[in-house]
């Protein structure tokens, strides 16, 4: 089982910028696809991007292609996802989660344990 810790979420203004940071422990991390998933009050989570296991592909929901970008470096076993041009509808809970593949994540759900989440918050 893959344990993981979301962090880098806080409050800024729109058009800025935040990095969020996806720590994982426990099961061979390196072997999953990882996806960054957001939830606003009283409304579904929704995934938002998603990287393989070897961090070739990536995917992206279109209200964020072009400001959001998800990489990983998988010898510190970390997920990062690099927001710009924050709007104030991407103002949610952020969490991350793992999956076989990107194209299971999308049509199945991940597999792991969701975490506490980091609270991301753009306004003025």
């Known amino acids: 089982q893959v344990q993981l810790v979301e962090s880098g979420g806080g409050l800024v203004e729109p058009g800025g910028s935040l990095r969020l940071s996806c720590a994982a422990s426990?099961?061979?991390?390196?072997?999953?696809?990882v996806g960054w998933y957001r939830q606003a009050p009283g409304k579904q989570r929704e995934l938002v991007a998603a990287i393989s296991s070897t961090g070739i592909v990536t995917k992206y929901a279109d209200s964020v292609k072009g400001r959001f970008t998800i990489s990983r470096d998988n010898a510190k076993n970390t997920v990062y996802l690099q927001m710009n041009s924050l709007k104030p509808e991407d103002t949610c809970v952020y969490y991350c989660?793992?999956?076989?593949?990107?194209?299971?994540?999308?049509?199945?759900?991940?597999?792991?344990?969701w975490g506490q989440g980091t609270q991301v918050t753009v306004s003025s």
């Open positions: 426990g099961s061979i991390f390196s072997g999953y696809a």
């Open positions: 989660n793992v999956g076989s593949s990107i194209r299971v994540m999308t049509s199945v759900g991940p597999v792991g344990s």
